[in-house]
């Protein structure tokens, strides 16, 4: 295997902006990339939907695109989804040599110093940070959030072409042309509130959303 390349997320639900960064990384490095449904998200209070629905959705978000597949590793552990964890039990898997690349969005990047052991990852695997609107994707922002974060990931800096060359150990960016600005939290909110959200889903997405009832406001009894 020349990489593997995952891209962990709570999918509730699976959105445009989601299937867009995998779809660049995709291109970008020219690799399969793997989708790993989060069952229980560490810094999430709940999820809204259960992991099966939300499983099912990120299988018809992917079905018929190309290189695109969905890792159910989380969902069979059940504990709460660390991605060190997820990321020791591949390397386990593809053995020392293999370039592991985890994608995650400027978001998250910018609260990574806040996830579980976090230093290591970069022992496991190189990260690839996606630029989302609103959140910093570049050193100086990040010293603004975090000095200690900065400091970390500022010497890891590769260009994302270069991730493959190693195992693991750096960090890339990769701004999204253009960006993406479809969230879950405001897709729930416009389907509770009956705004319009069904465009910021695949279609198959949204006809699943539909038929399960899904984030629909329960009517007080
Ligand atoms: N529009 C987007 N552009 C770039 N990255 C994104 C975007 N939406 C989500 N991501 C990234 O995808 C990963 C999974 O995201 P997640 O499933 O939490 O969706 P979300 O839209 O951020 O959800 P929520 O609004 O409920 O927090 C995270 O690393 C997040 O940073
Ligand atoms: O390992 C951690 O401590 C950790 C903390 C927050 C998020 N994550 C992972 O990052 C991915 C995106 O998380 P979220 O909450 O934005 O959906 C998902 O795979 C989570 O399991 C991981």
């Not at 959030?145 to 010497?155: N, Q, Y």
């Amino acid at each position: 295997m020349r990489a593997w390349v995952g891209y962990g997320g709570t999918f509730d639900p699976i959105h445009n902006g989601h299937l867009a960064v995998a779809l660049a990384v995709r291109d970008r490095l020219d690799v399969d990339v793997h989708l790993v449904p989060a069952s229980d998200p560490p810094h999430k209070s709940a999820t809204h939907a259960d992991a099966r629905h939300r499983l099912r959705m990120v299988e018809l978000a992917v079905a018929g695109e190309r290189r695109l597949k969905v890792d159910r590793r989380e969902l069979a552990r059940g504990t709460p989804s660390y991605s060190i964890d997820t990321l020791r039990e591949v390397r386990g898997e593809v053995g020392p040599r293999t370039p592991l690349v985890w994608v995650i969005g400027a978001d998250s990047l910018a609260q990574l110093h806040r996830w579980h052991r976090w230093r290591e990852l970069f022992d496991v695997a190189h990260l690839l940070a996606v630029g989302r609107p609103g959140f910093p994707l570049d050193p100086d922002g990040l010293a603004a959030i975090d000095a200690g974060l900065a400091a970390e990931v500022a010497p890891r800096l590769l260009p994302p072409d270069r991730l493959l060359e190693t195992p693991a150990g750096g960090l890339a960016l990769l701004p999204m042309d253009p960006p993406r600005s479809e969230s879950s939290t405001e897709i729930r909110a416009a389907i509770a509130d009956g705004g319009a959200w069904a465009p910021q889903v695949p279609p198959p997405v949204a006809a699943y959303i539909n038929r399960h009832r899904l984030y629909a406001r329960t009517d007080p009894a």
